[in-house]
Structure formats: structure tokens, C-alpha cells
């Protein structure tokens, strides 16, 4: 581990930037030696499962494209509602992990500690250090929050207070959405309408239906890899009482449902681009075409019994999700990217970006 060494509390505490490239592309698996000599920014980022929050960074990120093509963009407020969000995401992980652990559901053996160190059962934290960590992380987007709703007016807090419902009532008491099969459904509509949609009004302080209807087909991406989730660990949470939407399902409508998911993302978009409210470029989602067979072509059949010849080990047990998360990575991605060359063509005044029919 290289970085300029700080001294903290009589140990040596480290700066790595490789920790942080890391802990944004997987969940790294490390022990509370080496954990608390990291420094806070890597570790927070290990508890939080940073890995995961570039589904929350596409997703403003989108709405702020959606704004530039209406050329309204602002970078100050896009990045105020950018690391507002994400760092609500984090805090939404650390109460998660809070309240199953408190709930009694994620032990040594539950699915949650085994693809990746959780914060209390792999001792990095005591109860009341997570319990401060996610209340101090929450901080930060109550006070973003609060500045843009000084900014843009009351409607901002309802996107707030909406997001914050999910982010406490998840796993946690008197409602915890995930237990009850609303979790997957939470998720679409807040990485969809609530978090793109928000971040365009927070940007534009209007909100367009065509916004709205826009937000889905990524929607759509992120409630893939939740379903995925909820599959792999299907036999676990159906043994703790827990009643997700794959469970309550069954596994092999579950993996079907996942499968229809995944193509209502690319038929999706094709409508948005007919009507003229997406430039035609977004299709260069279909670009990632080969995930969409590849996760089809696995979600097809029931999850193996251990990892097959040439599957990353350290990955194991997760199985689904890792399929689904790289679709909409690249999905994602393309989908970002193709709005980012359409409003710098726009912005060069070139024509017939958007198809009118």
C-alpha cells in the first residue's frame, strides 16, 4: 500500500489513491489491521461499497444531460446534486448494513459477508462508530439539500424527503421495503425518476414529463442488478423471512422477470428517440448488445454450485449480479456518453440530432 504516512492515534495511517481506484471498482476484502490504517476517505468508501455508487453518479449524472440538451446546464448545481447524491447512497449502504446486522439478519454465514467485508461483522467498526460514520455521511446531503431547496424552491425537498424515506426504510424498522418485496420497485423509481429527475429540476428548477419517461430505461439497468442480487442470495433471505420481490417470485419466474427487464432497457429507448425527446445517438446503447446476450445466456439457468473453471474466486458468491451489473455499466456508460457527444455537437450547432416524426 503506497501513500505519504500520517500519524493517527499512534498508528501509521495511509494515503492511497490505489485504494480508492480499487474500493471504486470492486469491494476489497481486507482485514481491520489493514483497514484502520487506511485513510478515512478509502475507508469509507469500503464500508459504503463504493463499488456500486457509480449507479447513483450515472444517474445524476444523466439529468444533468438532459438539462444541458435543453441548454439550461449548470455545473455548480450539477455537482452539488452529483456528490449530494452519492454520498446519500453511502449513507443508505452504512444504515443498511446497520439494520440487518441489528435485525439479526447478516451473520459470519449470510450472503452479505461473504462478498465482501460488512462493516460490523468483519469488525471494522463497532456498532456506534457505523451508527456516527452514516449519520455523519448524511449529513452532507441534508445540507446540499437544504441550500437547493433555497435555490430552487420547495420542490426540491419533496425529491429529498422521498429519497430519504427509501434510504431509511430499506432494511430499516417500521417499513423495511426490502423485507416487505418493495425494495426492487423502490429502486427503479429512485434511480429513475426521483434521482435523475431530480437532479434535472435541482439544475433547471422545472420538470418536464419527457424527463420523466426518459429516466427509465436506466431505471430499468439498476432494478436489473437488484433483482440479480436478490436472486444470488434467493435461498439465504428465504431462510431469514426475508420476502423480496425474487423470492416471492420464485427463482425461475424471478430469472425471467430479470431477463424481460433487461430487454425492456434497449426497446425502451427506442420510442424516447421516434418521439424526439432523446437525440438518435442514445441508440448507441445497443452497442452493448453482447452483455445483453451474455446476461440473458446466464440468466437462463440456475446458479451454479460453486464457481465455474476461470470465474474469479474472490467474486463467488455473487453470481447474477455480477452479469447484470456490468450490462448496465456498459449500458450506462454508452447511454452517457452518447448524450455527452449530442450536446457538444448541439452545441456546435449541428442539425438533425433529434428525429421528428
Known amino acids: 500500500m503506497t501513500g505519504a504516512g500520517i500519524a493517527r492515534a499512534g498508528q501509521e495511517m495511509t494515503v492511497s489513491p490505489k485504494m480508492w481506484v ?165 429502486v427503479f423509481l429512485t434511480w429513475g425518476p426521483l434521482m435523475i429527475g431530480g437532479s434535472y429540476f435541482c439544475i433547471t428548477g422545472t420538470l418536464p414529463w419527457w424527463v420523466i419517461l426518459a429516466s427509465f430505461p436506466y431505471a430499468l439497468g439498476t432494478t436489473g442488478v437488484l433483482f440479480g442480487k436478490h436472486i444470488d442470495k434467493i435461498q439465504d433471505d428465504t431462510k431469514k423471512g426475508i420476502h423480496t420481490l425474487p423470492v416471492r417470485l420464485g427463482e425461475r419466474r424471478a430469472r425471467a422477470a430479470s431477463i424481460g427487464i433487461f430487454v425492456l432497457m434497449y426497446v425502451s429507448v427506442v420510442p424516447l428517440v421516434l418521439l424526439g425527446w432523446l437525440p438518435w445517438l442514445v441508440l448507441l446503447v445497443f452497442l452493448s448488445l453482447p452483455r445483453l446476450r451474455l446476461a440473458v445466456k446466464v440468466f437462463r439457468s440456475p446458479k451454479p454450485d460453486g464457481p465455474p473453471e476461470g470465474f474469479p474466486k474472490e467474486s463467488w458468491p455473487l453470481w447474477f449480479v455480477g452479469f447484470a451489473f456490468i450490462l448496465n455499466r456498459d449500458y450506462g456508460g454508452l447511454f452517457m456518453l452518447s448524450l455527452i457527444v449530442a450536446v457538444v455537437l448541439q452545441a456546435f450547432g449541428v442539425p438533425w440530432l433529434f428525429l421528428r416524426l
Open 22 to 186: 480499487a474500493a471504486l471498482r470492486v469491494i476489497p476484502r481486507i482485514d481491520k489491521g489493514d483497514f484502520d490504517r487506511l485513510d478515512p476517505f478509502a475507508r469509507w468508501l469500503i464500508a459504503t461499497r463504493g463499488a456500486v455508487l457509480v449507479m447513483t453518479f450515472l444517474s445524476a449524472t444523466l439529468g444533468g444531460l438532459f438539462a444541458a440538451l435543453d441548454g439550461r446546464f449548470n455545473w455548480a448545481l450539477y455537482a452539488l446534486v452529483a456528490v449530494g447524491l452519492v454520498v446519500a447512497h453511502g449513507a443508505s449502504n452504512l444504515f443498511n448494513d446497520y439494520w440487518d446486522y441489528k435485525q439479526g439478519v447478516d451473520t459470519d454465514n449470510y450472503f452479505r459477508a461473504q462478498y465482501g467485508p460488512h462493516p460490523l461483522v468483519a469488525g471494522l467498526f463497532t456498532e456506534k462508530q457505523l451508527l456516527t460514520w452514516a449519520i455523519g455521511t448524511t449529513l452532507i446531503p441534508v445540507a446540499i439539500g437544504l441550500y437547493l431547496t433555497w435555490v430552487q424552491g420547495p420542490l426540491v425537498l419533496v425529491f429529498a424527503l422521498l429519497g430519504g424515506f427509501v434510504m431509511m426504510t430499506y432494511a430499516g424498522k417500521p417499513f423495511p421495503l426490502k423485507y416487505l418485496g418493495l425494495g426492487e420497485p423502490a
